[in-house]
């Protein structure tokens, strides 16, 4: 039997991906939250990774503005311990999945990112993600795969379709930004994408390297705003429009997060749906 490690299983796709997993039940998984294991520890690191034979690390720090002010600790979580899961990976032989993100790029294409594209991130949350994709790239040559996602919600944990339901009953109106570009991406999907990829990449059907693991299509954060609005009847044009620089954060964010899929056909998986089917099977609470 297939034995899976899952790190960061207390997070939002953590958890899903969990449930997607069990749901199966044709693998054995053992699933750690950040109270069970310290990836920053390269010694726990190495023996919880012992034994398994796929490796998906969810974990990671998620505090975008935070990281601007603590770096450091930022890049502990996101490189460093990236490095130790890898480190360990090479040792056992293990695959290692590793969750990133868009903000390694810098968000000023005006078309979908390949996975190839050249990377420069713009903020310190950015520099941390790419840390731990260099480290999975240089340990594990031959069995590391990357999946970049962005725009996640889900129904474990705090994001942006969450926010704009709480808020849709508290407020008449919600001015929106719609000069940032994205792909809102259901992590549930997400976690059934990554569930493909561990058994393509057990096969020898999916060669390592970066996937992009988003929702086809685009809209803007307005867009999406609208789009929850009407999926919940509600009205959509109690949403307002506006620009970022209403917003000031202490992290830059990028403009433009649009990601291209097209390795997932080499691999004979297909990418995510479009994020409007999505959006409506995750409010509707079909996670079928």
């Not at 490690?5 to 053992?30: E, N, Q």
Request: proline share 6%.
């Amino acid at each position: 039997m297939t034995r899976l490690l899952i790190t960061g299983a207390g997070g939002m796709l953590g958890r899903d991906l969990v449930a997607v997993l069990r749901a199966r039940g044709d693998r054995s998984v053992t699933a750690t939250t950040r109270d069970d294991l310290d990836i920053t520890d390269p010694a726990a690191v190495r023996a919880a990774v012992a034994g398994h034979d796929v490796v998906i690390n969810t974990a990671a720090w998620t505090d975008v503005d935070g990281a601007e002010a603590q770096e450091k600790a930022a890049t502990a979580v996101n490189g460093e311990a990236v490095a130790h899961l890898a480190g360990a990976c090479a040792v056992t032989g293990a695959r290692m999945i590793h969750v990133s993100t868009d903000y390694v790029f810098r968000g000023d294409a005006t078309e979908p990112y390949p996975e190839d594209a050249p990377t420069s991130p713009v903020n310190a949350y950015g520099r941390s993600k790419l840390a731990g994709e260099l480290a999975v790239t240089e340990l594990l040559p031959d069995a590391g795969y990357i999946v970049r996602t962005a725009w996640l919600y889900g129904e474990h944990g705090p994001n942006f379709v969450a926010t704009m339901l709480r808020l849709a009953e508290e407020r008449e109106r919600l001015d929106v930004v719609d000069d940032q570009r994205g792909q809102p991406t259901w992590s549930y999907r997400l976690a059934e994408q990554l569930v493909a990829l561990a058994d393509a990449a057990l096969a020898g059907g999916a060669a390592p390297g970066v996937y992009h693991g988003t929702a086809s299509g685009e809209t803007t954060w307005y867009g999406l705003a609208r789009a929850v609005f009407a999926l919940r009847g509600l009205d959509p044009d109690r949403i307002r429009p506006t620009t970022s620089d209403r917003y000031q954060r202490p992290a830059p964010r990028p403009a433009y997060s649009v990601l291209a899929h097209r390795r997932w056909a080499a691999a004979n998986l297909r990418p995510l749906a479009d994020w409007r089917s999505a959006l409506a099977e995750a409010l509707a609470g079909n996670p079928g």
